[in-house]
């Protein structure tokens, strides 16, 4: 018994001592396999254009905080709102390869399944629509920017900001759709089998949610954007149009996290 009792408290130090290492074990685990992650996504084109968007409007965000009302802004503000604009610069140069995604996605889509409701369907077409018109719209005025074309490229930035402001619009519009109808079905089926768990219905109403919370987001930036006399068009500072951009940069990156999809269009 006297050898039993002193060799315990060598077991105890021995466990506590084994306790750190599994611990330090799983850290190191939990980070390889978030590095992993990021790289996946990081070799993916969605994946990587999320970084990007999200590195551009942080940039933006950091300068115009920093720069405050100094104009224009030098050394480190005028350093990350460069960064900012070479990234974005960077985003519209890759969309050139976009259409043909979007064209796929929206033949694919078509008319929309028939089980789903009329008014998302119809929201959904629109939507689609515009996003497909946007991106020649941009490219135009890439190319005239870039003296490729010898047109005007302001009116044709503004029609693609245009284009995505009611994008973004028929997709809150949408959402809001989305979010009454499942409010709706949940009331009818209260204490009643329904083909989705309580657990999936909220957790679509939570991604609608982010969705809004996004694209109201995305569509105060864009119109900022618009020609200025236009609602709030031209008044925003750099770190307003850099917050809101990060915040939807954000949501989309825990979204497609979510859904462990990086390709989506």
Known sequence: MATASRRAPRQLQADGERRPLTSHCGSVAMAAGALSGLVAALETYRGRDRLVRALCYGCQLAGGALAGPQAPPSGLPGSLLAVSAQLNACRTALRLFDDFAMLSYSCDYGLGPKDEDGLVRGLSVLCNLANQL???????????????????????????????????????????????????????????????????????????????????ADLSNAVHWLPPGFLWAGRFPPWIVGLLGTVSSLIGIYQASRRGDAETV
Request: charged share 20%; with cysteine.
């Open 134 to 216: 946007y991106y020649p719209c941009e490219h135009i005025a890439w190319a005239a920017d870039a003296d490729i074309i010898r047109v005007g490229s302001q009116k044709w930035w503004t029609l693609s900001v245009a284009l995505w402001a009611f994008s973004l619009l028929l997709g809150i519009l949408r959402s809001l759709r989305i979010l009454c109808q499942l409010r709706r079905k949940l009331r009818q089926h209260k204490g009643t089998s329904w083909p989705l768990s309580q657990k999936e219905a909220k957790a679509q109403v939570k991604a609608e949610a982010l969705s809004i919370l996004a694209n109201m």
